[in-house]
C-alpha cells in the first residue's frame, strides 16, 4: 500500500499537477518531456518549469514611478514625433495620484523637461502642454537619455512602486556610448538598483539588438512598431501591464540528484548551470503572466524503475501581503524496454514548448549568419528547421511555430537567391524571439 501511494505521488509530481494553496500569488508546475525512458537508450529528458501569476480578485494598483524618455532626434520629424507626443499624453493620463513622472527628451544632448514629480489636474494639463511643444532637433544620444531617466527616478526610487524608463527612439544611437554592450551593461546596472528600461523602436532604422538587449538586462519590455499609428496603444499597453506586480525577489532553484546533470536551460545562455544546479532570479513578477523555463537534463546512472530528475523550488515575496511563500515540486521519470511505450508518454505542452524554443533557436542563428553576410547558410538552418519540425508527431507541434514556418519559407526563398532579409523583417523576427525568450506582454507591433 505505502509502494502504491508513493508511485501514485511520483507520477502526479511528474505530470505537472500544481501543489499549492488557491490564494497563492504564483503557481508553480514541474512536468518532464515525457513519462517513461527507454533503458540504455539516449537518457536526455527536458523538464519545463512554469510559473504563472494570480488574476486577483480585486486587483491592485502598483504605484509608479516613471520617466518617459522620448527621441527628438532629426528623424523623428513629422509624423512620428506627432504621435510620439500624443503616446506620451495618453501615458500621462493614464497615471493617478499616488504616482511619479518625469519626462526627458534628447537628441545630441539629454534634457529634463518635467523633473520627477506627481501629479494634480494643473499639473497634468501643464506638462501635456509642455510634452505638445517637442520639436526635432539634432542626434539621438540614446545612452544619455537613459542615464537622465534613471536619476529621475532615484529620486523617489522605492521597491514598491514599479521604477520604469519608457525610452522611445526611431534611430541608430550616435552620440556617446552607442555599442550595445554598453546599453546592456547599463540596463543590468539599472535593474541591480531596482529599475528597468521598457524599449520602444520605431520604424526600420533603429539598432534592434540594443533595444532589446537594453530591455532583456533590465527585465523589462521590448516593442517593434513600425507604423507610429500605434504608440499611443503601445503606451496604454506598457503602463496596464506594468501595474499588476503579483510577487517580487522571485527565485527558482533546480536540483538535480546524483546521477542527474543539468546540461543547460534552454534559449537562456546566461543562467549558469552546475553539474547539478541552476538558478533563475526575477525581480518582480507582472499579473497573470505565464513564464516556461525548459532544464535539458541528462540521467547519467541507470535506475531499475525509476528516477527523479529535478527537484524545483520556488521562493517569493507575495506583493500583497509582503509575507515570503514557498512551494516545491519535482519531475520524476520511469524506464521502460519499449520504445512505443517512450513515445506515447510524451507531454503535449512540454514537447510543444520545446519546438518553440528551437525555432527561435534556429532563427536567430539564421539571423546572425545572414547579418554576416552567408545567406547560404542561413538559408540551409532553416530548411533543417522545417525539416525537423515537420517530422515531428502532431501532438508536439506548436501552432505559433507552424504559422511562423509559412513566412520562413519565404525568407528560405530570399536568402538562397541571395538577397538580403528586409529591416522590417529582421526587427520582426528578433521581436518575436525576444517575446518567445522573456514571455514579454510587449504585442508585435508592424
Known sequence: ????????????????????????????????????????????????????????????????????????????AGAKLEKARQAACVAIDQLGPDDFVSLIVYDNNAEVLVPSQKLDSRDREAIKRRIERIQPGGGTAIYSGVQLGAQQLRKHLDRERVNRVILLSDGIANVGPSRTSDLTDLGRHLRQDGMSVSTIGLGDDYNEDLMAGLAEASAANYYYVQDSEKLPKIFEDELGSARSIVARSVTIR????????????????????????????????????????????????????????????????????????????????????????????????????????????????????????????????????????????????????????????????????????????????KAESFQDKNASRAPLSK
Open 1 to 76: 500500500m505505502k509502494n502504491s501511494l508513493l508511485s501514485l505521488l511520483a507520477l502526479v509530481s511528474s505530470l505537472g499537477t500544481p501543489l499549492f494553496a488557491a490564494g497563492d500569488a504564483l503557481t508553480l508546475r514541474v512536468a518532464p518531456e515525457r513519462e517513461w525512458l527507454v533503458r540504455g537508450a539516449s537518457r536526455e529528458v527536458l523538464v519545463q518549469v512554469e510559473l504563472e501569476g494570480r488574476r486577483p480578485d480585486q486587483p491592485q494598483r502598483t504605484p509608479m514611478n516613471l520617466a518617459l524618455v522620448l527621441d527628438r532626434s532629426g528623424s523623428m
Open 254 to 429: 533546480i536540483q538535480a540528484p546524483k546521477g542527474v546533470r543539468i546540461r543547460e536551460i534552454l534559449g537562456h545562455p546566461e543562467i549558469a548551470c552546475g553539474d547539478n544546479l541552476a538558478e533563475i532570479t526575477l525581480p518582480e513578477y507582472f499579473g497573470t503572466l505565464k513564464r516556461r523555463f525548459l532544464a535539458r537534463c541528462e540521467v547519467t546512472e541507470g535506475r531499475t524503475e525509476s528516477t527523479e530528475v529535478a527537484a524545483v523550488e520556488l521562493k517569493y515575496e507575495d506583493s500583497a501581503s509582503g509575507k515570503s511563500a514557498q512551494q516545491e515540486q519535482k519531475a520524476v521519470v520511469r524506464f521502460t524496454e519499449e520504445t512505443a511505450k517512450s513515445e506515447a508518454s510524451i507531454q503535449s505542452e512540454v514537447a510543444k514548448e520545446a519546438n518553440v524554443w528551437r525555432n527561435r533557436d534556429a532563427k536567430e542563428r539564421a539571423l546572425k549568419l545572414a547579418e554576416e553576410g552567408k545567406p547560404q547558410e542561413a538559408a540551409k538552418v532553416i530548411r533543417q528547421q522545417i525539416t525537423s519540425y515537420k517530422a515531428a508527431p502532431r501532438s508536439a507541434q506548436a501552432a505559433a511555430v507552424s504559422s511562423d514556418l509559412r513566412a520562413l519559407e519565404e525568407d528560405v526563398e530570399l536568402l538562397e537567391g541571395g538577397a538580403s532579409l528586409p529591416k522590417s523583417r529582421v526587427k520582426q523576427m
